[in-house]
């Protein structure tokens, strides 16, 4: 493929003269979209499509289907993604929107086709097929979010981290398989995404199911079940029976108004939300005081053993005196002549890539890792820990949620920092003690000055605990 295009590119050079130029570069732009998009049915339900990207013949035959074609600017806001275009600073240059830009361009002129919605994918009875079993509370929470489904409700459940909140939501996605309904679990990160996926794979497989984020490679088609991040959803309006949001509280969703009206956009009218978090948002606790949102709590994990309480220890210098901290160097120390496995967490990428060199000296036969949002090949390398591979895994806050490790140590260093908020600590500690072979896994944090987010956390985790033992 890549040499037909190389081909082209130098066909297209030599031939920019020709007078026939622009008549052949649009047919092979024509042809281009009819070779990525020539099964209609696949662009079906509810998805967003910029009739520039198609040919004619295309608009007609997905209008036909039951499509239909809307502006894509009304009174200066985006249909796709609802955000309102500042004319007077394109200066007389045609205008576009610029807050779905990487999505691709959309002019003001442009036209938009919304494909058929309502899509069947058949009857099943018995569509889940994981043969695990839900724990009394979690079965609880199950048949609250069934009934949210049938009154067409939206439902938050606030489960501490290591709930099983993936398992709870099993027995809802089911009752819409078996109701012909559609189901989309997105989160804000595309390694949750990647996570999710062979566990709704597995548990629902004659299910057609499809994972989309910004680093796919899959070109869209419509499945009953799509995991995909929140970004995506701007693509599609009314498409979904059941929209399911995990770690809602989790950048970059938290806060960001335009991915917000996409999770209410891409919902059908009669559809319901289902919103998953430790650490829920205040706006989503506004609404359950308001009594438009349906409230679930679980304070126990899966296995019914408190969350780790953090260890606070004092460093008294920096975390890089004399290369590594004694204090950590000390705790670092154990964990690898007991060969067991550690995650280091840092708030910035340099401290993290400082602390990885010092450590690779210090421990010369240590197998280590280090990712971060910034790091392209995170995925294997998280999978390498995961397996066994290394013993060691040094990141950011990038997995701070949506990663399930078993029987390891959790190390935050500099957890006084201001990128360490309470919410990013208590989901850090919560990485630990996810495994009933393993419930009182050691979390640690590191500081020079005990700071408020320190305290809130650590009290919360105790909070939480206590809860879970008056039940």
Known sequence: MYDEFRFLNVFFIRISMSNRFKIFQKNISSFCVIISMDKISELNGGRIIDTRLLTQVQSSQILENGSRCVPAFVDDICHRCGTRVQTDIFKGKKVYCRGCLNFGKIYLDDQLIITNNEVTFGQQSFPLTWRGQLTEMQRTISMKLIESFYQSEDHLV???????KTEMIFPLIAEAIKNDKRIAICSPRIDVCIELFPRIKAAFENTSIALFH???DEEYHCTQIMIATVHQLIRFEQAF?????????????AGDIMLERAIEKSKKPNGMNVYLSATPPLHLLNR???????????????????????????????SNFTKINPRLKFRIEQLVKLHEKFMLFFPRIPEMLEFESNLRKSFPDLKMVSVSSKDADRINKVGMFRNDEVQAILTTTILERGVTFHQITVIVIDADAKEFSKTALIQIAGRAGRSKDSPDDEVHFYYNYYSRQIKLACDEIKSVNKQARKK
Not at 158 to 164: D, H, I, K, M, Y
Not at 241 to 253: N, Y
Not at 294 to 308: A, E
């Open 214 to 216: 910004g680093r796919s």
């Open 158 to 164: 606030w489960a501490v981290t290591g709930a099983g």
């Open 288 to 318: 359950v005081d308001a009594k438009n949102l349906n409230l679930s709590k679980m304070y126990q994990r899966f296995h019914q053993h408190p969350l780790p309480e953090p260890k606070t220890h004092l460093l008294f210098k920096p």
């Open 241 to 253: 029976d059941v929209l399911i949001i995990d770690e809602v509280d989790s950048f970059p969703l």
